[in-house]
């Protein structure tokens, strides 16, 4: 049941990396739909030119009729060197294939074509932080902080309905 989707994960090994794309699995399971690892591409870092990368060492199975008609990469950047990459191969997007981000930036409201992300606010994030290092304590023993905060989704230019 579902259809086929995809992620790129940067620093590939990275033990938060891992638990982000066995999230996503979760959550594709719980909308009844199925990650295909073939389609699953690990890069060593997270810039633009990684999305580019992973996008190419997948379009020699872009014929397949299990294609994944989204791709959620690890992040801004890598959705943009996605986007451009598709879009010099001859690919819609939208219209082909969707590509959002599983973390939200600025790129994601600063690039054309804007990016559809979901994430906590960098801003929100860097707050947070300076308030653990100005209100913590200072002892050597001192125990990790877990910090929650909201995530948003911006619906960029980069997602719509998939080619029936």
């Not at 990469?73 to 990459?85: C, D, F, H, I, K």
């Not at 973390?103 to 054309?112: H, Y």
Request: hydrophobic letters at 40%; glycine letters at 10%.
């Amino acid at each position: 049941a579902g259809a086929a989707h995809a992620q790129t994960i940067p620093n590939a090994g990275l033990g938060r990396h891992e638990a982000r794309l066995q999230a996503f699995e979760e959550a594709l399971r719980r909308a009844q739909l199925v990650l295909d690892r073939r389609y699953v591409v690990k890069q060593k870092e997270g810039d633009r030119i990684d999305g580019a990368d992973a996008v190419r060492s997948l379009l020699s199975l872009g014929r397949r009729r299990d294609f994944p008609t989204a791709f959620v990469t690890y992040n801004t950047l890598m959705a943009s060197g996605a986007v451009r990459e598709f879009g010099r191969e001859g690919w819609g997007v939208p219209g082909d294939v969707s590509v959002a981000s599983a973390d939200f930036s600025p790129v994601a409201t600063d690039s054309l074509p804007r990016i559809t992300a979901a994430g906590s606010n960098p801003e929100k994030l860097g707050e947070a932080a300076a308030r653990l290092v100005l209100e913590g304590g200072h002892a050597p023993d001192a125990g990790f902080n877990d910090v929650m905060l909201p995530a948003q989704l911006f619906i960029g230019d980069t997602t719509g309905p998939a080619q029936a």
